[in-house]
């Protein structure tokens, strides 16, 4: 079992920088690849950012990608989410999520637990 608490979150102008953080319990928690997801109003659920057990593969949707970075410290049980030159539409709940496969996924289903998510707004 691990449970995830996101943190970070906040209203930011177009152009600024946020990280989040998300906390993971647990002593398995370098065993799972990690995945950040945000989800805004009315839209579903879709994959940001995600990096292999180990840190060193990581993937993008292409609309972070060269923005944003995905990092995590296994020592801290912690994946990070670093978001630079945000714009409007990033404006959603982001949420961190551990996935027990050992494969980068991109789909939400395919991970077995989940944070409560924290607000990110980008002002125009």
């Known amino acids: 079992q691990v449970q995830l608490v996101e943190s970070g979150g906040g209203l930011v102008q177009a152009g600024g920088s946020l990280r989040l953080s998300c906390a993971a319990s647990?002593?398995?928690?370098?065993?799972?690849?990690m995945g950040w997801f945000r989800q805004a109003p009315g839209k579903e659920r879709e994959f940001v950012a995600a990096?292999?057990?180990?840190?060193?593969?990581?993937y993008y949707a292409d609309s972070v990608k060269g923005r944003f970075t995905i990092s995590r410290d296994n020592a801290k049980n912690t994946v990070y989410l670093q978001m630079n030159s945000l714009k409007p539409e990033d404006t959603a709940v982001y949420y961190c999520?551990?996935?027990?496969?050992?494969?980068?996924?991109?789909?939400?289903?395919?991970?077995?637990?989940w944070g409560q998510g924290t607000q990110v707004t980008v002002s125009s």
């Open positions: 999520a551990a996935d027990r496969g050992l494969a980068i996924a991109t789909i939400p289903r395919l991970y077995d637990y």
């Open positions: 990096i292999s057990w180990s840190g060193g593969s990581t």
């Open positions: 647990g002593r398995t928690f370098s065993r799972y690849t």
